[in-house]
T-cell receptor, first 113, second 115 residues
Framework: QKEVEQNSGPLSVPEGAIASLNCTYSDRVSQSFFWYRQYSGKSPELIMSIYSNGDKEDGRFTAQLNKASQYVSLLIRDSQPSDSATYLCAVFLLYNQGGKLIFGQGTELSVKP | GAVVSQHPSWVICKSGTSVKIECRSLDFQATTMFWYRQFPKQSLMLMATSNEGSKATYEQGVEKDKFLINHASLTLSTLTVTSAHPEDSSFYIC???????????FGPGTRLLVL
């Protein structure tokens, strides 16, 4: 089982709809979770971080975390064509020499006008 | 805030040559930086963790003698791809860990093409 799993997509939604992106992780002790957006040919940019169970909202983005189910999601409301990108879920893992982010495969989102 | 730069953004080189990529945190100090590689249509793969003033920690399968990492200051880490070969052609991205730890801010990436 991969440490962080995402559906690769592509996920296609019409403009104005809600896009729902999902991610599961295998390490029960993980405490920090991140969503990054990556446009084609560009490096990732941080959208959201979430550390506690429940929802965290920032503008049109809502991150949801359920540690019991080892599940984290990202909702994008009022989706725009400019949201079309690959969304990477990342989980921070601690180990004895420090910590590192483990990335999922990414979900490609396409928002159709 | 939390801006990370990389230089160069593009590099084309002949097989057998060495290429150095710089990663700088512009408006914050980063004791820890990370180097990733990304092949087309694939996710980011962590190559190594770079700690200021100490040796880098390499991920399994990454040759430390081929990918030399130096983190001489709190704002600069360098990755040198030695004796580059066509299979080293990839998108190399660095990130710097923010002051609060855990959150990583990415540089714009460096595309390497080895002919």
């Amino acid at each position: 089982q991969k440490e962080v799993e995402q559906n690769s997509g592509p996920l296609s939604v019409p403009e104005g709809a809600i896009a729902s992106l999902n991610c599961t992780y295998s390490d029960r002790v993980s405490q920090s979770f991140f969503w990054y957006r990556q446009y084609s040919g560009k490096s990732p940019e941080l959208i959201m971080s979430i550390y506690s169970n429940g929802d965290k909202e920032d503008g049109r983005f809502t991150a949801q975390l359920n540690k019991a189910s080892q599940y984290v999601s990202l909702l994008i409301r009022d989706s725009q064509p400019s949201d079309s990108a690959t969304y990477l879920c990342a989980v921070f893992l601690l180990y004895n020499q420090g910590g590192k982010l483990i990335f999922g495969q990414g979900t490609e989102l396409s928002v159709k006008p | 805030g939390a801006v990370v730069s990389q230089h160069p953004s593009w590099v084309i080189c002949k097989s057998g040559t060495s290429v150095k990529i710089e990663c700088r945190s512009l408006d914050f100090q980063a004791t820890t930086m990370f180097w990733y590689r990304q092949f087309p249509k694939q996710s980011l793969m962590l190559m190594a963790t770079s700690n200021e003033g100490s040796k880098a920690t390499y991920e399994q399968g990454v040759e430390k003698d081929k990918f030399l990492i130096n983190h001489a200051s709190l704002t600069l880490s360098t990755l040198t791809v030695t004796s580059a070969h066509p299979e080293d052609s990839s998108f190399y991205i660095c990130s710097a860990e923010g002051l609060a730890g855990e959150t990583q801010y990415f540089g714009p990436g460096t595309r390497l093409l080895v002919l």
